[in-house]
């Protein structure tokens, strides 16, 4: 008889299984089968296979995800940290002069870059093919309805679907709380028109997601950025800005935040809104990544806290089904009929045709098939690239751990400067989103967001591995 057959059951499928992943066949993220399945699989008994499950966490090969099942923990070449929460006071700042962010934004468009900057599905995560099937079908039906204005406040079969589904959001809307907007691009625009006026301040996070930086400074509009991190928003701050200054807004992002990944804690969300009522502070909530946990359920919004009708919500199905349908909503409360005048005074309505069709995918179960695996690619996108960053870039670098959503917040080392780094990545042919591009200060000089938008290619793989040595030759003394 063999050695290995000596050995206990448990300890060969152990063996076997660390083989598989110090071999790479099995990667870190990558989901391994469940106890039950595992057992029948290869007809074994329950507790033995949980004997060798048990004993490969031990050796942090894999780990337990409370109702999730076991996985391959990520095998990072050193220990990554969070970036710190940053340190600067909440100040004022004009939107005057602001950088343009036409540049990168138009970098995310172009093929012949590796695709780290736009925080986007690739289009091989879009349902392309039910997408064009569900319109196709939608014009057959009904032609003269898909080509018709739609005025505010929209589709009435996409706000069905909306209010059936903002029972999962803690909310339980109606179909007439709704408007349809065009992206939460829009939505965030008409909130934001509804709330303030030309020379008033908004409370934002910092680091803060660029294209409403943008949107703020063309309202002319005045900011407070105030630290986030992966907690969210810095509370203490919050009760700083807004004693010292006359805050007309608060912009926040409390699920999966842009870029930090921050997540706020029930009882922040609860601090957040009595701080808001104290100061009688609308706030706008952005919850475009709300439906992107990497596990769990979805979680509630800010808004399903809101007793006192101050938070206008928006959303979109941008990150989830596809950017270029372009529909996104809002639930603006007590501002509802001001924002269905403001819409139809901006476009007149949105696009019949997109709108229809996320109904109809919303309606068919096709969306919670489809984002299941969404979430999942997501998850091990997020999983794979924090590795990859561990492996391959400067000592001292920092990077987020997210729960949700598909964008990595790194912190490099002080001495470097990203808009070197971005400009020789560039020419190597790789796109990121710069640090400065989150703060109307020009802070986070040595910062920089990931996505993880696109699945795990070689592609991918070696424009991280030489982003990290770009990043490594510019972090040496
Ligand atoms: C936080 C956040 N809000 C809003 C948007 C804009 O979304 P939409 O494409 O739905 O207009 C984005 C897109 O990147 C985003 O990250």
Redesign the pocket.
């Known amino acids: 008889m063999s050695t290995s057959t000596e050995q206990p059951l448990y300890l060969r499928i152990a063996d076997r299984l660390e083989n598989m992943i110090q071999a790479g066949t099995l990667r870190a993220g990558d989901r391994i089968p469940s106890v039950r399945q595992f057992g029948q699989q290869q007809g074994v008994s329950v507790p033995t296979v949980m004997q060798a499950y048990t004993l490969l966490e031990s050796r942090r090969l894999i780990e337990a995800r409370p109702k999730s099942g076991f996985y391959v923990t990520a095998r990072l070449a050193k220990s990554l940290v969070e970036p710190s929460l940053p340190r600067h006071k909440p100040t004022r700042a004009s939107l005057e002069g602001l950088s343009s962010v036409f540049n990168a934004v138009r970098d995310t468009n172009d093929p012949r870059l590796v695709p780290l900057g736009s925080?986007?599905p690739s289009d091989d995560l879009v349902p392309l093919e039910k997408l064009a099937r569900a319109s196709a079908s939608i014009v057959r039906r009904n032609p003269a309805a898909t080509f018709r204005y739609d005025p505010a406040p929209g589709s009435p079969a996409l706000r069905k679907e909306l209010s059936r589904r903002s029972i999962d959001w803690g909310c339980a809307f109606e179909p007439d709380d709704f408007i349809v907007t065009v992206?939460?691009?829009?939505a965030?625009h008409l909130a934001l028109m509804a709330v303030t006026k030309p020379g008033d301040t908004v409370l934002v996070e910092s680091p803060g997601?660029y294209?409403?930086l943008s949107l703020l400074a063309k309202l002319k509009l005045n900011v407070v950025p105030v630290p986030a991190c992966i907690c969210g928003l810095e509370l203490n701050a919050v009760r700083e800005a807004v004693k010292k200054y006359d805050v007309a807004a608060m912009l926040v992002?409390p699920n999966f935040s842009?870029p930090a990944g921050g997540f706020m804690s029930e009882s922040n969300r609860r601090t957040l809104l009595q701080i808001a009522d104290e100061h009688d502070i609308p706030i706008v909530e952005?919850d475009?990544?709300g439906d992107l946990p990497h596990q769990g359920p979805r979680p509630p919004c800010l808004k399903a806290l809101d007793r006192s009708g101050r938070v206008l919500l928006c959303g979109?199905y941008?990150?989830t089904l596809a950017?270029g349908l372009r529909v996104?909503y809002l639930v603006g409360g007590r501002h509802h009929d001001q924002l269905m005048e403001l819409k139809n005074t901006l476009n007149l309505g949105g696009p019949a045709l997109s709108a229809m069709t996320v109904a109809e995918f919303l309606r068919s179960g096709g969306y919670d098939r489809h984002l299941r695996k969404l979430r999942e690619a997501y998850r091990l996108q997020t999983c794979r690239t924090r590795e990859k960053v561990a492996e391959t870039f400067p000592e001292g670098t920092r990077v987020s751990n997210p729960e949700g959503g598909l964008v990595l917040w790194l912190e490099l080392p002080e001495q470097v400067d990203v808009l070197d780094v971005y400009r020789e990545a560039r020419a190597a042919g790789i796109n990121f989103a710069p640090g400065t591009l989150f703060s109307p200060q020009g802070l986070f000089r040595n910062c920089l967001r990931l996505s993880c938008g696109n699945p795990w290619t070689p592609r991918i793989e070696e424009g991280i591995a030489t982003l990290g040595a770009i990043a490594r030759k510019h972090a040496e003394p």
């Open positions: 925080a986007v992206g939460a691009s829009e965030l997601y294209g409403t992002i842009n952005d475009i990544y979109s941008s990150k950017p996104g």
